[in-house]
């Protein structure tokens, strides 16, 4: 039987699922594998099954001349914690588990969108303080949603799904920058440039994480954004320069953010804890159990196809 490591817990029904099949070590912690674990893992196991912030990098991958480890089945879509190019060198197939967090990571973002638009947090923070002294014609004013243009960075499978929410939910206006044509939006949306997505009443981030993707919101392209323009990333962190973000809401230039990835998570930056028009969640996007547990059954199903012989159905380096 090969030994399978699992580097943070997961659902009990997808731990059963894998001691049904593999050697099973379940890691039961929630940091991230440290430089000697990421060695271990390719050392002493046959399969890993890693998630986010576990970084097989190339010199993780050069420091285990041969690896034993064949297959590192990523539980979650994104994978840029891990490089596909040296794990093939090295001889792995590395997996993903791409479907099962798209309406659960697009419902976040409708969510950081109303919570930011309409100050929902900020009201929460003032009831449970006892501070709120009852109804009033101007208590709280926010920002009206439906109806409004929302600008969708990145159009795949969670961006369509954003966009379905806020065109039908919200009667949205949607437009959407992509790197590459999309033919079929699958409902009424307009492809613009990056410039044009960004000058939007809300802005929502949805790309991969990757090389390409490192820092696309920067200082250029959030000065696109207009100065009542909301800003939300359900991404990956380090999609936005974190940096370029405050500097943009402490002088103005856009009304609010709403967060749930962060460029060093678990870091989360004092200067945006300390501002009220900022909606900051703890990385929220697929944390519902069923989605988890699709998620796990898919990594499961992955490593199983591997260890059967055949191609893995969710392969990212082929």
């Known amino acids: 039987m090969q030994r399978l490591l699992i580097t943070r817990r997961l659902p009990?029904?997808?731990l059963e699922a894998a001691r049904a099949r593999f050697d099973v070590t379940l890691r039961d912690r929630t940091d991230v594998l440290s430089a000697d674990e990421l060695r271990a893992a390719l050392r002493d196991y046959d399969a890993v099954l890693p998630t986010l912030g576990d970084r097989f990098q190339p010199d993780v991958f050069a420091d285990v001349s041969a690896p034993r480890a064949k297959i590192l089945a990523n539980f979650g879509v994104g994978y840029n914690h891990i490089d596909t190019v040296a794990a093939k060198a090295a001889g792995l197939a590395v997996t993903n588990t791409p479907g099962a967090v798209t309406d659960a990571t697009a419902d976040i973002a409708v969510s950081l969108i109303l919570m930011t638009a309409r100050r929902l947090g900020e009201g929460e923070r003032i009831l449970r303080a006892g501070r709120w002294e009852g109804w009033g014609p101007v208590q709280m004013l926010g920002t009206h949603v439906t109806g409004k243009r929302i600008g969708i960075i990145g159009f795949g499978r969670i961006g369509k799904a954003i966009a379905k929410r806020c065109h039908y939910g919200f009667d949205m206006e949607v437009v959407f920058y992509n790197r590459s044509r999309v033919e079929d939006p699958g409902l009424p949306a307009r492809q613009v440039e990056m410039a044009e997505a960004m000058?939007?009443?809300?802005?929502?981030?949805?790309?991969p994480g990757s090389k390409e993707t490192h820092h696309l919101m920067n200082a250029k392209t959030l000065g696109?954004?207009?100065?009542?323009?909301?800003?939300?990333?359900i991404s990956r962190g380090d999609v936005v320069d974190e940096a370029a973000l405050i500097e943009a809401l402490e002088q103005g230039r856009i009304a609010g953010a709403g967060l749930d990835v962060y460029e060093f998570e678990?870091?989360?930056?004092?200067?945006?804890?300390?501002m009220e028009n900022v909606t900051l969640l703890p990385h929220l996007g697929t944390a519902c159990l069923e989605v988890r547990e699709d998620m796990g059954m898919m990594a499961v199903a992955n490593l199983v196809a591997w260890a059967e012989g055949r191609v893995p159905p969710n392969l990212v380096n082929p």
Do not use: E, Q
């Open 224 to 233: 696109m954004m207009k100065k009542s323009g909301i800003f939300v990333n």
């Open 12 to 14: 009990d029904r997808v």
């Open 266 to 274: 678990p870091k989360v930056p004092a200067a945006l804890i300390a």
């Open 199 to 207: 000058a939007a009443d809300f802005v929502v981030v949805a790309v």
